[in-house]
């Protein structure tokens, strides 16, 4: 994180936009298959977590429903909180707080909708689609940002440009 700091500090939108991309592919690199571990493992996770006594195993099943669909958000999460934290370090803080607050309607909405076909799963399912669009929204917003930064730059002779 001290690196996009930087580079954002010094306008170095180029090599922040490369180290972006690099860093995001690691991340899912790393989360996606952890994800689908997850996912595969999720009965015996929350059978190992919680079925002693009062948890049967049909309760098993319907909670490891939910964990699966709770474990796609995981790589959108990290992926997307990178991205905020780089937008906010260019000082785009109206842009995160209007996609915040967009996001907190979006998901009360989706979670309503998706809970009455899906019940609890629907809320798990609401959350990820949530934050696969706000990741989408907020590297699009970095991405499309920094080339603009870089390009008006390039015009001014390398002045830098807020």
């Given at each position: 994180?001290?690196?996009?700091?930087?580079?954002?500090?010094?306008?170095?939108?180029?090599?922040?936009?490369?180290?972006?991309?690099?860093?995001?592919?690691?991340?899912?690199?790393?989360?996606?298959?952890?994800?689908?571990?997850?996912?595969?493992?999720?009965?015996?996770?929350?059978?190992?977590?919680?079925?002693?006594?009062e948890f049967r195993a049909s309760d098993t099943e319907a909670v490891s429903?939910?964990?699966?669909?709770?474990?796609?958000?995981?790589?959108?999460?990290?992926?997307?909180?990178?991205?905020?934290?780089?937008?906010?370090?260019m000082q785009a803080t109206r842009f995160i707080l209007m996609l915040s607050i967009g996001t907190v309607i979006v998901n009360c909405?989706?979670?309503?909708?998706?809970?009455?076909?899906?019940?609890?799963?629907?809320?798990?399912?609401?959350?990820?689609?949530?934050?696969?669009?706000?990741?989408?929204?907020?590297?699009?917003?970095?991405?499309?940002?920094?080339?603009?930064?870089?390009?008006?730059?390039?015009?001014?002779?390398?002045?830098?440009?807020?």
């Amino acid at each position: 994180f001290p690196f996009f700091a930087d580079s954002a500090a010094r306008k170095e939108w180029q090599g922040l936009k490369q180290q972006l991309m690099r860093v995001t592919v690691a991340i899912l690199l790393l989360a996606v298959p952890m994800t689908l571990v997850l996912c595969w493992l999720a009965p015996f996770v929350v059978k190992v977590l919680f079925e002693r006594g009062e948890f049967r195993a049909s309760d098993t099943e319907a909670v490891s429903h939910v964990l699966r669909f709770a474990a796609l958000q995981v790589p959108f999460y990290i992926a997307g909180s990178l991205a905020s934290r780089i937008a906010v370090s260019m000082q785009a803080t109206r842009f995160i707080l209007m996609l915040s607050i967009g996001t907190v309607i979006v998901n009360c909405l989706m979670d309503a909708v998706l809970m009455q076909f899906m019940g609890v799963a629907g809320i798990a399912l609401s959350t990820v689609l949530v934050h696969v669009t706000s990741a989408v929204a907020v590297f699009t917003f970095v991405l499309r940002r920094t080339s603009t930064l870089h390009i008006n730059q390039q015009i001014r002779g390398g002045e830098s440009v807020a």
